[in-house]
């Protein structure tokens, strides 16, 4: 999907907005906690439905994992047999919905991956969803998979719009800039 302009960086907030979190720098496990932690005291004296919370704080762990395991770039910091990678979150809430935003540069083979994957979650109804996820649950994760292979599953099946992301190539190299939204909303 190009949605005409990539986000250069996350959450481009308008004057209504309530940013909670806004993260640009390297991502490692004990980060990740920490803004983990900011997410979680930000929703317990904002948001009152715990199925919300629920949801909210699962999808910013999903897109805060696939920038550590998955970021592309030549700014990786080798740290005890784990590469901290390089990208930007950001969660806030106007108009009645929290946004979650990631960019991250990937490579052009998971251009193809992640565009074919995004495609095919943007057309599924919720129910394909579940079913996809609980197959992905018991199936093999492919060689390239850093993990079980359902994060964006994951996340499809806890927005409340479909997936939106931009993938653009760079000029100067072999990575393209990745941003993926997730919008989550009151049932």
Known sequence: MNNGSLREAPCVAGSQSLVALQYTGF???????????????????????????????????????NILRYSQDSLALPHQEQLYRFGSVCLRY?????????????????????????????????????????HGLRAESPAWSKGANIGLLTLARDVSEPLEYDLRPLEAGEFSAFWLKATICHD
């Open 94 to 134: 106007d108009a009645g919905k929290y946004t979650l935003e990631s960019t991250n540069l990937v490579d052009h083979d998971a251009c193809d991956r992640l565009r074919d994957n995004l495609e095919s979650l943007r057309v599924m109804s919720s129910e394909e969803i579940k079913q996809a996820y609980r």
């Open 27 to 65: 991502f490692s496990p004990q980060n990740i906690t920490a803004m983990g932690e900011v997410v979680r005291l930000f929703l317990e004296n904002h948001e009152g439905s715990a199925k919300v919370r629920r949801r909210l704080f699962s999808s910013f762990v999903e897109i805060a994992q």
